[in-house]
């Protein structure tokens, strides 16, 4: 049975950005939900759970699972700004928009709330402090308020400014570090469908590996033999040339099954920052 409070809420997941938005960053929080927006059921002034910052917009996952997530996208903030002292971790956003999904973790319709004036929505974060949050926040901001081409730019050069987070962990490794070494590692994207994940990939002599950057689709890294690769395909992604795919062959560790040895899937789609990254894996 699935709980009704969360430590570590698990309904957030990377089908809830919009199509081509990137997730950056989480933060412990608390938010006074307003009382015009419906979903805070027990009437609570404060809830607690998780701030997700993502390119286009920011999340609150609260942990009392009957309680929506609510999104606010960028394009409808008016004000974010700090309140209080420098310590107390408060801030304002002023938001004309907020969408409500998934309460009680249920797959039902998004909800949209629009007001005028904006609603106030105030946050603070329990550990972190107000400088590792507002500036990167403050940068989305003004980048999405921009025309739609400056914009896709300003994005993709504050995420290169962001690097490629951690290396791939050797303690990730499915052999000994003396039986299995990394050879090559790069940052990168796995892509599917609906979703693209951030990844450090890492290649052995003998397994593929694609460590997720932020383990938010429920399962951390994946691996496959290189045995069981059956073949490279170029690939485009988002008009350029810098995909590839790799098939796994029928009925190996490397195809869509489930167990530990396995991919998940039958082929995977990686995506790179550029065609000569790509080539470097060929």
Not at 30 to 42: H, K, L, S, V, Y
Not at 120 to 144: E, G, K, N, S, T
């Amino acid at each position: 049975m699935l709980s009704l409070y969360s430590s570590a809420p698990t309904r957030f997941s990377l089908l809830l950005l919009q199509e081509g938005e990137e997730y950056v960053h989480e933060f412990v929080a608390e938010c006074a939900w307003p009382p015009q927006i419906p979903g805070n059921w027990q009437g609570r002034p404060v809830l607690a759970g998780h701030l997700r910052l993502a390119t286009r917009s920011m999340f609150f996952d609260p942990d009392d699972l009957r309680v929506p997530i609510v999104r606010l996208p960028f394009e409808g903030v008016e004000g974010l700004e700090a309140v209080g002292s420098a310590r107390s971790g408060d801030f304002l956003v002023q938001s004309r928009h907020a969408v409500r999904m998934r309460p009680g973790a249920a797959d039902v319709p998004y909800a949209h709330d629009r007001s005028r004036p904006a609603l106030a929505w105030r946050f603070c974060l329990a550990f972190a402090a107000m400088h590792d949050f507002m500036p990167q926040a403050q940068v989305l901001l003004a980048a999405c308020r921009l025309p739609p081409a400056d914009r896709e730019a300003a994005l993709a050069a504050l995420l290169a400014a962001r690097g490629a987070g951690p290396g791939f962990d050797p303690g990730n490794l499915r052999g000994s570090l003396a039986a299995e070494r990394v050879v090559a590692q790069r940052a990168a994207w796995l892509a599917t469908p609906l979703a693209r994940e951030r990844v450090a990939l890492a290649l052995t002599p003998a397994r593929l590996y694609a460590q997720p950057r932020h383990g938010l689709q429920g399962r951390s890294v994946r691996s496959a033999r290189l045995a069981d690769v059956a073949a490279l395909a170029r690939r485009r992604a988002g008009l350029r040339d810098v995909g590839l795919e790799v098939f796994f062959a029928a009925g190996t560790g490397g195809g869509g099954g489930t167990g530990p040895d396995t991919w998940g899937a039958p082929s995977a789609f990686l995506v790179f920052g550029n065609r000569e990254e790509r080539e470097e894996w060929l």
